[in-house]
């Protein structure tokens, strides 16, 4: 096995050789083994490893097991101690969950600290039949049924190509000791009611199940490569990104086949579950929205527009002062200055007769029932009809805030100014507005 790993450090992770290493280990067989193999290949490793404090004194006995085994091995090492079961309750979390976030956030922690290169952990091939066969149980797409991948986010996983078996018999062969997670005996949790009941049941069916299973992967991978590159083709005929988020052409999706898995495909970073409502919201009416987690989408008359939930800062009303010449505030700046005549005009400015504000200056959203005085047009028009003939989608109207002196409205905000604080002779006193959202 010694050979077999060095062989693909130089073919498959050649750059590893001349990196700074933290590798993961918990005093078990497959991270020992890594150690000690890495070691074999004169790879600079540092260790890191986390004591859950979930087993008592055998949580401890683990740490005090690793620090040994990197002194002897003259190792670097890192310990960190955690309250698992107090960030599971606070984060709504299964114990499993708790642990691999706090695992991952400390390793990326130390890795950009003290600046090593990649940080290895002991997944092999029998964790990833493991976490197939859970993808399997629990329901997936193809990118779950594709194992677990040997590279990413500075994370590897050399050993994946090796067995449980090859490893435990490498560890007998150079008297290699580690320790034994009780734990991991125990089948209340999935995993290991999969490990030590399914597993070997598939196994008594057929002798390579293993080996089959790799086989079936690698061609679930080359399915998934094939779906990934079909979609970045597609991709820029599909999707814009726009001010307020990512739009999707209707017209487009409906043409190309397979629409449904296209939607899954470009979506599914976003926490959307309800595939079905995410495909129908295609012949909707506009308006209609589904919703994740931290997004929604939304059918407007020609596309889907993706935007990020509205935040409580989208919920306030922000106040301005007489005299402030410069405002920062959560949506954006405001500028006001003096002037003594109406300069060159933009969207993004407006001048009023200075001498008709009351302060102070109200920055809020427009509500149902408002209505103002367009400039360039005779009497007033509501809001809500001046939104639709300029054809704003909901997000375009969600985002459009207004300027308000008293119960008035001033100016609604880079769109359209008020006709009644307008400049109606030279002597007024000029204030010139400008608003960057």
């Known amino acids: 096995m010694e050979k077999a790993f060095k062989n693909l450090i130089k073919n498959d ?18 991270s020992v083994v890594l150690m000690h193999l890495c070691k074999a290949a004169k790879l600079d490793i540092s260790i890191a490893h986390c004591n859950f404090n979930l087993r008592g004194k055998e949580s401890d006995a683990d740490e005090s097991f690793v620090k040994k085994l990197a002194r002897e091995m003259e190792t670097e090492v890192f310990s960190q101690n955690f309250n698992t079961e107090k960030y599971a309750g606070d984060k709504g979390l299964s114990i499993q969950m708790a642990a691999r976030d706090l695992r991952y956030h400390w390793f990326k922690e130390l890795r950009l600290q003290y600046k090593f290169d990649y940080v290895l952990t002991g997944h092999h091939a029998n964790d990833d039949l493991e976490t197939f066969l859970i993808n399997l149980v629990r329901g997936t797409g193809l990118e779950g049924l594709s194992g677990i991948n040997p590279e990413h986010n500075k994370v590897i996983r050399p050993l994946l190509q090796f067995s449980r078996k090859e490893i435990e018999a490498y560890a007998k062969q150079q008297h290699i000791n580690w320790r034994e997670d009780s734990s991991n005996a125990s089948t209340k949790y999935l995993r290991n009611k999969i490990r030590h009941e399914m597993v070997p049941l598939l196994e008594e069916l057929n002798p390579e199940f293993l080996k089959s299973f790799l086989q079936t992967q690698a061609h679930l991978k080359e399915s998934q490569d094939l779906v990934e590159d079909y979609i970045s083709l597609i991709y820029p005929e599909t999707v814009k990104k726009g001010k307020l988020g990512y739009e999707l052409d209707i017209a487009f999706l409906q043409k190309i086949p397979n629409t449904k898995s296209v939607l899954y495909q470009l979506l599914k970073s976003f926490g959307f579950t309800e595939w079905n409502d995410v495909h129908s919201l295609l012949t909707a009416q506009p308006g209609k929205m589904v919703f994740s987690a931290t997004h929604r989408l939304i059918k407007d008359r020609e596309k889907l527009i993706l935007t ?130």
């Open 13 to 30: 992770f050649p750059y590893l050789c001349n990196s700074r290493l933290l590798l993961a280990v918990s005093g078990g067989l497959d």
């Open 308 to 437: 990020e939930l509205p935040s409580e800062t989208h919920k306030q009303d922000f106040f301005i002062e007489e005299n402030e010449e410069f405002v920062m505030l959560p949506i954006g700046t405001f500028t006001f200055s003096k002037v003594k005549a109406i300069e060159e005009k933009a969207e993004n400015c407006i001048y009023v007769n200075s001498e008709l504000l009351e302060y102070p200056l109200v920055v809020r959203k427009w509500r149902r029932g408002d209505y103002f005085y367009p400039f360039g047009m005779k009497g007033k028009k509501k809001l809500s009809d001046f939104f639709k003939d300029k054809k704003l989608s909901l997000p375009e109207k969600e985002n459009s805030w207004l300027l308000c002196s008293g119960e008035k409205i001033v100016w609604v905000i880079n769109q359209r100014a008020d006709n009644r604080f307008a400049i109606s002779s030279p002597d007024q006193q000029i204030l010139k507005i400008t608003c960057n959202l």
